[in-house]
């Protein structure tokens, strides 16, 4: 059996290696977070595109600038205004954040280091050249790349591309991921379920896991645990970039998702993991589609997607497979867990102290969504650890989805 490090491992290597060459499409700026980019992005323009004083006050030439010094002041520059004129040697210039520094000034001090009476300011303490002014180009030069393939589009990385005028961003499409639920037990949400029949709760989890990742979700609904229905079914899913399943994959006499992949013609590269929650999960590749198998008690679903599907979709969307969010958190109440799998127990960290703290969180086990809902990172016990004490360094894996 795979420990989680080396399942996650064959998922990345395999991906990596099947990746073909991806469709793409012109994305607006405005719908484009969360895609990856295949094209450099240059600038039109350098930045700042003058030299930009960054505070209220006075521009003023930095030798003539010693406490005590009083300068007259007779004009004023805004932001957006047009700067044609020099400053004059022994004046100074009143001047706001975001306005061009005139060119003969060398220096900006703030207005809280001055004090005017009339067309006269007074300075209380010495200027330094080039203090309060970010030099024209100094961020970005005319012409430079500052966004390259395979780059992931978060809220900076738009505003980059908005600031130098890349209003059409040339991006790959998002992988479509199809997702299937099994179970006789399992219903769709806004049906009224009998006694002993669930809410298909996964499938809102994996399309929200999907979305988060970066993918396209493509929903299946659920499937009976009988070989027709899920042969049908799954074979709808298998038109799509990866399909994710879940339940099914268990040691139970109706556990038939395996079966019926196989059956297709599946390849598993492996088919568990030495973790908890989440043990029976499958990999492997089916036609041309990649086929992940989730165990369906919902946490399980959870985390197996966080560790395993995650890497796949960054790869099938043109960017590297991003790395676990782990940190290190002090433990705040022992553990007592059974050794032999790694553990991944919904928890919750505080950063009230130096150091952050975490506690796991009371819980039923595998199905408990409750308990998760009230998580903010899953606390990792590695398989040869039972026992950890008050006080210890532990690594958690952050939910960024909440944190
Ligand atoms: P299985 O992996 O099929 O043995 O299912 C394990 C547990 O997860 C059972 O208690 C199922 O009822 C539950 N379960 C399976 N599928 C879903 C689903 N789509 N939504 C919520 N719970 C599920
Ligand atoms: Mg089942």
Request: proline content about 6%; glycine content about 10%; aromatic content about 6%.
């Amino acid at each position: 059996m795979l420990t989680y490090e080396q399942a996650r491992r064959t998922v990345i290597d395999r991906v990596a290696k099947a990746k073909g060459p991806r469709a793409t499409a012109n994305i607006r700026v405005w719908d484009a977070l969360g895609f990856v980019l295949v094209e450099e992005v240059k600038t039109d323009r350098e930045y700042p595109p003058f030299d930009r004083s960054t505070r209220d006050g006075y521009a003023v030439r930095a030798a003539e600038v010693v406490p005590g010094a009083t300068l007259p002041c007779t004009a004023e520059i805004k932001a957006g205004d047009t700067v044609t004129l020099s400053l004059v040697p022994g004046a100074c210039v009143q001047i706001m954040t975001g306005a061009a520094v005139p060119p003969g000034a060398d220096a900006v001090v703030m207005i809280e280091h001055t004090n005017r009476d009339g067309d006269s300011v007074r300075f209380d303490r010495a200027a330094q050249p080039g203090q309060n002014i970010v030099p024209r180009a100094s961020e970005v030069k005319r012409g430079e790349v500052i966004l390259t393939p395979g780059m992931r589009l978060g809220y900076a990385e738009l505003a980059l591309a908005a600031q130098v005028g890349a209003t059409q961003l040339r991006c790959a499409n998002k992988p479509r991921i199809a997702i299937l639920s099994t179970g006789d037990e399992v219903i769709a949400i806004d049906q009224e379920p009998g006694a002993f029949q669930i809410r298909n709760s996964n499938s809102i989890s994996l399309a929200a896991q999907v979305r988060l990742a970066g993918g396209e979700p493509v929903l299946l609904g659920n499937a009976a645990d009988r070989i027709d229905d899920l042969r049908e079914k799954i074979a709808r899913g298998l038109r799509e970039d990866a399909l994710v399943l879940s339940g099914g994959v268990s040691m139970g006499k109706y556990d038939l998702v395996e079966t019926v992949l196989k059956d297709l013609g599946a390849e598993f590269y492996f088919d568990a993991v030495a973790i908890r929650p989440g043990k029976p999960a499958v990999f492997g590749t089916c036609g041309n589609a990649f086929v992940f198998g989730l165990p369906g008690n919902p946490v399980s679903t959870m985390v197996t997607f966080e560790l395993f599907v995650v890497p796949a979709i960054d790869l099938l969307s043109g960017a590297a497979a991003r790395n676990l969010p782990f940190v290190e958190a002090r433990l705040g109440a022992a553990l007592n867990e059974k050794p032999g799998l790694a553990h991944f127990l919904p928890a919750r960290v505080e950063w009230r102290g130096a150091a952050p703290e975490v506690k796991a969180l009371p819980w039923q086990g595998s199905g408990d969504i409750a308990a998760l809902a009230r998580a903010n990172c899953f606390l990792v016990v590695a398989a040869d650890r039972g026992q950890v004490n008050v006080g210890e360094t532990m690594p958690i894996l952050l939910r960024k989805d909440v944190l």
